[in-house]
């Protein structure tokens, strides 16, 4: 499994294919992540907590 660059949660080869950039075997961000979120092309800090 792939792990995620900022809170190491295990992601699916087709989250990475999908939402990783080119060339990336992992993602900078997850849906599991509470600080951050992606925004387009770019992370950022989440506006909010997420649960």
Do not use: W
């Not at 990336?24 to 600080?35: A, I, M, S, T, Y």
């Amino acid at each position: 499994m792939r792990t995620c660059k900022n809170c190491g949660s295990e992601v699916t080869p087709a989250y990475v294919r999908v939402f990783a950039p080119e060339g990336l075997e992992q993602p900078r961000v997850c849906p599991h992540c509470p600080d951050k979120v992606r925004d387009g092309a770019t992370v950022r800090q989440s506006r909010s907590p997420r649960v």
